[in-house]
């Protein structure tokens, strides 16, 4: 048995026991991702039109990450909707920043990997950075659209009463603690993962001034951007929606 292997049943084994059937969910809605991921990347490589293959991944993607990993219908389809939104939105800002920054392709340390090899698949560099960015920012997304709607339906819940202007004063409250998890998880993981590459310049006397017209560091640090951009519209698009919703559910009965 390989480590993968093993640390994946831990998992299973795990989610199930603290999360029940949601849990169990969830671990199926990790594994179809991984499998959407990879039946991307196989896409991508077989020339299919980038552009059309993100337009229909994302609402894929968000359908696997949300309404598998929630009990709570009401809160599955704000949250998708809020999150197909904020997507699309944000979309357009790394299409524009993209082809501002010029920072597509492969760095000077991939160098020594792609010997022999060539850099020139004939695949449109830019467009695999955007669908990159496009697809490490929904995470982000759909967990702080769940978590806001989560909370506002659970007061509603516990406090049919409480008027519309107050359930909003609820979500700003709720979306602070939510901006600051999601802010924090999104930096650490960044930090985490690029630790090495941090050693790498420091080992080799990179100015800083290098080490911003890096193409790897400055594609990374956009990523953590767009994610940041994403969850901070997040939160009140989603407040926005449930509450409405809420109205609505309130005049009809």
Same mark, same amino acid.
């Given at each position: 048995? =390989?480590?993968?292997? !093993? @640390?994946? /049943?831990? *998992?299973? +084994?795990?989610?199930?026991?603290? %999360?029940? #059937?949601?849990?169990?969910?969830?671990?199926?809605?990790?594994?179809?991702?991984?499998?959407?991921?990879?039946?991307?990347?196989?896409?991508?490589?077989?020339?299919?039109?980038?552009?059309?293959?993100?337009?229909?991944?994302?609402?894929?993607?968000?359908?696997?990450?949300?309404?598998?990993?929630?009990?709570?219908?009401?809160?599955?389809?704000? =949250?998708?909707?809020? !999150? @197909?939104? /904020?997507? *699309?939105? +944000?979309?357009?800002?790394?299409? %524009?920043? #993209?082809?501002?920054?010029?920072?597509?392709?492969?760095?000077?340390?991939?160098?020594?990997?792609?010997?022999?090899?060539?850099?020139?698949?004939?695949?449109?560099?830019?467009?695999?950075?955007?669908?990159?960015?496009?697809?490490?920012?929904?995470?982000?997304?759909?967990?702080?659209?769940?978590?806001?709607?989560?909370?506002?339906?659970?007061?509603?819940?516990?406090?049919?009463?409480?008027?519309?202007?107050?359930?909003?004063?609820?979500?700003?409250?709720?979306?602070?603690?939510?901006?600051?998890?999601?802010?924090?998880?999104?930096?650490?993981?960044?930090?985490?993962?690029?630790?090495?590459?941090?050693?790498?310049?420091?080992?080799?006397?990179?100015?800083?001034?290098?080490?911003?017209?890096?193409?790897?560091?400055?594609?990374?640090?956009?990523?953590?951007?767009?994610?940041?951009?994403?969850?901070?519209?997040?939160?009140?698009?989603?407040?926005?929606?449930?509450?409405?919703?809420?109205?609505?559910?309130?005049?009809?009965?």
């Amino acid at each position: 048995m =390989s480590t993968l292997t !093993a @640390l994946l /049943i831990v *998992l299973a +084994v795990l989610m199930a026991v603290v %999360g029940g #059937e949601t849990g169990i969910r969830s671990f199926f809605s990790v594994l179809i991702n991984t499998l959407l991921l990879i039946l991307l990347a196989v896409f991508i490589s077989w020339g299919i039109s980038i552009p059309i293959l993100i337009l229909i991944f994302i609402p894929l993607k968000l359908v696997t990450i949300i309404f598998l990993g929630t009990h709570d219908y009401l809160v599955a389809k704000n =949250s998708f909707f809020s !999150a @197909l939104w /904020i997507c *699309l939105t +944000v979309s357009v800002l790394i299409l %524009g920043f #993209e082809w501002l920054a010029q920072a597509a392709g492969l760095g000077p340390e991939a160098g020594e990997m792609l010997v022999g090899l060539s850099q020139m698949p004939g695949l449109s560099y830019p467009l695999i950075a955007v669908a990159v960015a496009i697809f490490s920012m929904l995470g982000a997304v759909a967990e702080a659209a769940v978590a806001m709607s989560s909370g506002l339906l659970e007061i509603k819940k516990h406090k049919p009463e409480i008027s519309t202007a107050e359930l909003r004063a609820s979500g700003v409250k709720i979306g602070d603690d939510v901006l600051g998890t999601a802010m924090n998880t999104i930096l650490f993981g960044m930090f985490g993962s690029f630790l090495s590459l941090f050693l790498w310049y420091i080992r080799l006397n990179y100015t800083l001034g290098e080490v911003l017209n890096e193409k790897m560091f400055v594609n990374e640090a956009l990523i953590i951007l767009y994610s940041l951009i994403g969850v901070l519209l997040t939160v009140p698009l989603s407040t926005a929606l449930i509450t409405r919703a809420m109205a609505k559910n309130k005049v009809k009965k």
